[in-house]
């Protein structure tokens, strides 16, 4: 039998999946359509999900005719960082209150 953890962490993503969080602010929508756009073009190398590049951030901008703040340039690199966080295993979600790996706990 899993620990009770699992049965909270099973609980929270009902939760997540029931109440999803409410759309970006009208400031910060293009960025999340430009991270959107950018991850449909994602390099795969077949192990893992790969980071965005800088290069690849400017080509969309070259290919879009849009010109991205620095600020927005690094907003989206930050976004890639926890998106991928989120969908290895690597994220805060994934370690128990210590920070290592949280594992199953088998009970007798």
């Given at each position: 039998?899993?620990?009770?953890?699992?049965?909270?962490?099973?609980?929270?993503?009902?939760?997540?999946?029931?109440?999803?969080?409410?759309?970006?602010?009208?400031?910060?929508?293009?960025?999340?359509?430009?991270?959107?756009?950018?991850?449909?073009?994602?390099?795969?190398?077949?192990?893992?999900?790969?980071?965005?590049?800088?290069?690849?951030?400017?080509?969309?901008?070259?290919?879009?005719?849009?010109?991205?703040?620095?600020?927005?340039?690094?907003?989206?690199?930050?976004?890639?960082?926890?998106?991928?966080?989120?969908?290895?295993?690597?994220?805060?979600?994934?370690?128990?209150p210590d920070g290592k790996p949280?594992?199953?706990?088998?009970?007798?």
């Open positions: 039998m899993l620990s009770r953890g699992y049965d909270d962490e099973a609980r929270k993503a009902r939760h997540r999946l029931e109440n999803p969080p409410p759309p970006p602010s009208k400031h910060v929508r293009h960025l999340w359509q430009a991270f959107t756009d950018l991850c449909a073009t994602r390099p795969v190398n077949g192990m893992a999900l790969s980071p965005l590049s800088r290069l690849e951030i400017a080509q969309w901008e070259r290919d879009e005719m849009i010109r991205l703040e620095p600020w927005e340039r690094r907003a989206i690199l930050r976004l890639d960082q926890e998106f991928i966080a989120a969908n290895t295993g690597t994220g805060a979600s994934k370690t128990g949280a594992t199953p706990v088998e009970e007798s």
